[in-house]
C-alpha cells in the first residue's frame, strides 16, 4: 500500500480520517506507554474508560463517513478475542448501512455501463434497494429476456475514489504505529495494509466475485446442504452484477426458521461445518460471513414435492414441517481470502492437535506456521494451552461464556508470564480469515447457545488425521530414512558435544517449574508493593516537610495526593 497520498483521493476526506487516526496514536503514546511506567502508573486513568470512549468517537466518525472505515470498524468488533468487550460493544451496533443513492442516478449509471435503455435489460427494478451499503447498493429487477428473478448489485457513484482516500489515511497510521518496536516486531505491518488494501479493492472488482462465486461452487460441488446463486454473466458489467434472487431465511432469523420447522442448531452446526471444509480442505474462505450474506432456503418435503412443489421461491409461503431439510445459501463474494500455501499444513495440524487435545501438537503447529516469536518458551506454552483445553473442553457457547468470566481469572494469574510476553507474531494474509472466524462465532452462538464446537471439531480432526496418515506415507518413510541417517552420526555428534564443552562453549536452556513461576510472581507482587509503600512514603515525607515550612502548599498537597494514591495501590496490589 503506498504511504503517499494519491493525486485521485478526496485530500479533505483524508485530512479528517488522518487527524482522527494522529489523536489516536498520541492518546496511546501518552497514556498508555508514557504513563504506564512505575510511580507514573499512579496517575494513569482507566484504559477501559477511555479506549471505549475513542471506540464511540470511531463510530460516529465511521457512520458519518461510510467507505472502509466502516468494514474496519466491523473487523475491529469481532476481534473479542484480542480487544475488551467494553470496546466491541461500542463497534458492535456499526452496520454498514447507509442511505441508498437516488433511483435516477442507479438507472443511469446500469444504462452507461451496457450502453442500452433500462427496458432493454429489465422488465422491472425496484424503486427501493434491497440493501444499501457504503461501497454499492442491491435492487431487485426481473430480466426482459425470460423474467428470471434477480438482484442487480450496483457501485456508488465515486466510489473508487473514496476507497483509495481511506485506504492513504489507514496506510498512513500503520506507518506510524510501526515506529513502536512492540507493535512491529509481531505484525508485518506494511504486509498487513497491503492485505486490507487487496482484499477492499477486490470487493470493488466485480468480476473477480462472479469467479469468486463459480470457485465456490466448483469448491462444494458435492456438498448438497449449500446453495450458491447463478451469475448471470450477460448483465454484469465493470459497475454491475447481476445475481439469482436468493433472498430466503436470514441467518439471524430464528423466529422464521422455527415456524417452518427448520431447527437453528443444526444450522449453526451445518454453518460450522461449511467453514470448517473452507478453511482447511479448499483454502477458499468466504471472509464476510455476516447476518445479510448468508440466508437459509427451506427445502420441500416428499409429499410436497408429490403434490408439486419442487422448490420454493423466496417469496413463496412455507408450511411448517418438523425438522424440515434446508440450505445454506452464501451471498456477495467480494471479500474472500485465500488460506497461504505455507500455513496450510500448520493450521490442519492445528485442527488435529485441538481435536485430538493435544497441546504439544498444537504448539508446534504455531512453531510449523511460523507464528511464535524467537525464544518462546514452548514448554510453557505447552502448558498454558492444556489448561485451556482443560477449561474449555467440552463446554458449549453459553457454559464458555460463563467459564471465561467465572474462571478466566485463575488462569491469567496462573500464566501470567505467557500474556505478558505475548510471543506471537500476527500472521498479516490471515487478517480476513480470523474475522471471519470472529464473526462465526458470533452467529453460532445467536443461533443455538447450546451449540457444542468440539463435538463437531473431533470426526472433522479424525477426518484429517486420517487424510494426513494416507496421503503423507512417502514423506514419513523418507523421515524414517533421514532418521536412521541421523542414528549414523550419533556418535560424531557425541564428540562434537563433548568438545563444546571442554571448549566452555555449551549452553544449558533452563526453565521453571510452575511452583517456581508462582513464587516468583508472588515475589514480583510484593516487590512492587515494597516499591510502591517506599515512593508512596518518601513523596509524604518531602509533602510535609514543604507543608511545615510553608512553602508552595498547592505543590504539597499534590505530592500529598499522590502519595496517598500510590499508598492505595500497594494495598490494593
Known amino acids: 500500500m503506498n504511504t503517499l497520498p494519491s493525486p485521485a483521493i478526496d ?32 496517575v494513569r486513568t482507566d484504559p477501559i474508560a477511555r479506549w471505549k470512549k475513542i471506540s464511540r468517537a470511531y463510530r460516529d466518525l465511521a457512520i458519518e463517513m461510510g467507505g472502509v472505515l466502516i468494514k474496519l470498524g466491523q473487523f475491529l468488533s469481532a476481534r473479542v478475542d484480542i480487544l475488551p468487550r467494553e470496546i466491541t460493544r461500542e463497534l458492535a451496533d456499526l452496520r454498514d448501512e447507509v442511505p441508498p443513492a437516488p433511483l435516477p442516478e442507479i438507472v443511469d449509471r446500469i444504462e452507461q455501463d451496457f450502453g442500452r435503455p433500462l427496458s432493454e435489460l429489465f422488465s422491472y427494478l425496484s424503486p427501493a434497494p434491497l440493501g444499501s451499503a457504503s461501497l454499492g447498493q442491491v435492487h431487485r429487477a426481473r430480466l426482459a429476456e425470460d423474467g428470471a428473478d434477480v438482484v442487480v448489485k450496483v457501485k456508488r457513484t465515486d466510489i473508487d475514489r473514496i476507497v483509495e482516500t481511506d485506504l492513504a489515511a489507514i496506510s498512513k497510521s500503520l506507518v506510524w504505529l510501526k515506529k513502536d518496536n512492540r507493535i512491529s516486531r509481531r505484525v508485518d505491518l506494511d504486509l498487513l495494509g497491503e492485505e486490507f488494501a487487496r482484499v477492499t ?8 466475485e462472479a469467479e469468486n462465486c463459480e470457485r465456490f461452487r466448483q469448491d462444494f460441488s458435492d456438498e448438497p446442504r449449500v446453495y450458491f446463486p447463478t451469475v448471470f454473466s450477460n448483465y454484469c458489467s465493470d459497475n454491475c452484477l ?9 441467518i439471524s432469523d430464528r423466529a422464521t426458521m422455527a415456524r417452518v420447522g427448520i431447527d437453528p442448531g443444526a444450522v449453526a452446526t451445518t454453518l460450522y461445518q461449511l467453514y470448517l471444509r473452507q478453511i482447511f480442505s479448499t483454502y477458499f474462505v468466504h471472509a464476510d460471513p455476516h447476518p445479510g450474506n448468508i440466508f437459509v432456503k427451506p427445502l420441500p418435503t416428499e409429499d410436497e414435492m408429490v403434490a408439486g412443489v419442487s422448490c420454493f421461491g423466496p417469496d413463496d409461503k412455507v408450511d411448517y414441517v418438523a425438522d424440515r431439510a434446508f440450505q445454506i445459501v452464501f451471498v456477495d463474494f467480494g471479500m474472500v481470502t485465500t488460506i497461504p500455501g505455507r500455513l ?3 493450521l490442519r495440524e492445528y ?8 497441546a504439544y501438537q498444537m504448539v508446534q503447529s504455531y512453531v510449523s506456521a511460523g507464528t511464535l516469536l524467537p525464544g518462546a518458551d514452548l514448554k510453557r506454552l505447552e502448558e498454558a494451552h492444556e489448561a485451556l483445553l482443560e477449561q474449555f473442553w467440552g463446554a458449549d457457547m453459553k457454559s464458555m461464556k460463563g467459564l471465561a468470566l467465572s474462571d478466566t481469572s485463575t488462569f491469567l494469574r496462573e500464566y501470567r508470564d505467557v500474556i505478558y510476553q505475548a510471543p506471537f507474531q500476527f500472521q498479516a494474509d490471515m487478517l480476513f480469515a480470523v474475522r471471519a472466524v470472529g464473526i462465526l462465532s458470533g452467529i453460532s452462538a445467536g443461533l443455538d447457545e447450546t451449540f457444542d464446537p468440539w463435538r463437531e471439531l473431533v470426526p472433522f480432526a479424525e477426518k484429517l488425521t486420517v487424510e494426513e496418515l494416507s496421503s503423507g506415507w512417502r514423506e514419513r518413510l523418507q523421515n524414517l530414512a533421514i532418521t536412521g541417517h541421523n542414528l549414523a552420526r550419533l556418535p560424531v555428534q557425541i564428540v562434537s558435544l563433548i568438545t563444546q564443552a571442554e571448549r566452555g562453549n555449551l549452553t544449558v536452556k533452563t526453565g521453571f517449574t510452575p511452583d517456581s513461576r508462582r513464587l516468583l510472581i508472588n515475589i514480583e507482587r510484593a516487590v512492587g508493593r515494597l516499591a510502591l509503600v517506599v515512593a508512596g512514603s518518601g513523596m509524604l515525607i518531602g509533602a510535609l516537610l514543604l ?13 500529598c495526593g499522590l502519595a ?7 494495598i490494593r496490589k
Open 11 to 42: 485530500r479533505r476526506r483524508y485530512r479528517i480520517i488522518r487527524r482522527f487516526f494522529l489523536r489516536a496514536i498520541v492518546h496511546f503514546v501518552f497514556w498508555d506507554l508514557i504513563l504506564n511506567r512505575p510511580i507514573l502508573r499512579v
Open 201 to 208: 479493492r477486490n470487493e470493488l472488482d466485480f468480476g473477480a
Open 242 to 250: 447481476t445475481l439469482e434472487n436468493v433472498d430466503y431465511i436470514k
Open 344 to 346: 496450510r499444513a500448520a
Open 351 to 358: 485442527a488435529i492437535g485441538i481435536g485430538t487435545r493435544d
Open 547 to 559: 507543608l511545615a515550612h510553608d512553602s508552595y502548599p498547592f505543590l504539597a498537597w499534590t505530592i
Open 564 to 570: 496517598a494514591t500510590a499508598l492505595v495501590a500497594a
